[in-house]
């Protein structure tokens, strides 16, 4: 149980154009995603924390207008990378909590962006 | 907010060693300290975890301390096998998203 898909598992895109990810909790309802972004070589960095039916929450230096996250129901959420850049390209992965405090987290198994 | 340290960045032991990673945390309201291992462009798997009632946990060859007073816990791989070559980050949270550390490439050598 508790497994997390995302789709697609990679993107290639021109510099301009929006991309959209999708996360989906297969077998349980999620009521927080959390959406991080790993570059080559590096940790994961959490973008934002994405609640059904309310706002997300932004980390610190994260565009909202840039990376607009919707979490429109208890097993999908939605990142959706706006004109994106070059830099922009990375591994963007999901994660979901089974109920709400209870710690542990299931990944997706990322979407690699590659913006042209 | 959250603060996790990881030492060391880079780990090399021969088939059989142990392997012992270490990490540190800030937040003195952090209760619950996972581990996760994850192989290149796939996604982080959770190994163990640990939560602040408890100061050791077991499973098979692998064991992760927490030292609450200190802030701290370590990774410990016993009987290292070249399939546990991967990167290992330790993360901390007070219940809420993951703080995670900047992760150690561990390289098993035969």
């Known amino acids: 149980g508790a497994v997390v898909s995302q789709h697609p598992s990679w993107v290639i895109c021109k510099s301009g154009t929006s991309v959209k990810i999708e996360c989906r909790s297969l077998?349980?309802?999620?009521?927080?995603m959390f959406w991080y972004r790993q570059f080559p070589k590096q940790s994961l960095m959490l973008m934002a924390t994405s609640n059904e039916g309310s706002k997300a929450t932004y980390e610190q230096g994260v565009e909202k207008d840039k990376f607009l996250i919707n979490h429109a129901s208890l097993t999908l959420s939605t990142l959706t990378v706006t004109s994106a850049h070059p830099e922009d390209s990375s591994f963007y992965i999901c994660?979901?909590?089974?109920?709400?405090?209870?710690?542990?987290?299931?990944f997706g198994p990322g979407t690699r962006l590659t913006v042209l | 907010g959250e603060n996790v340290e990881q030492h060391p960045s880079t780990l090399s032991v021969q088939e059989g060693d142990s392997a012992v990673i270490k990490c540190t945390y800030s937040d003195s309201a952090s209760n619950y300290f996972p581990w996760y291992k994850q192989e290149l462009g796939k996604r982080p798997q959770l190994i163990i975890d640990i939560r602040s009632n408890v100061g050791e946990k077991k499973d098979q060859r692998i064991a992760v301390t927490l030292n609450k007073t200190a802030k701290h816990f370590s990774l410990h791989i016993t009987e290292t096998q070249p399939e546990d070559s991967a990167v290992y980050f330790c993360?901390?949270?007070?219940?809420?998203?993951?703080?995670f550390g900047k992760g150690t490439s561990l390289l098993v050598t035969p």
């Open positions: 994660s979901a909590m089974l109920r709400v405090q209870s710690d542990t987290q299931y």
């Open positions: 077998d349980f309802q999620a009521t927080t």
């Open positions: 993360a901390a949270t007070s219940g809420y998203a993951l703080n």
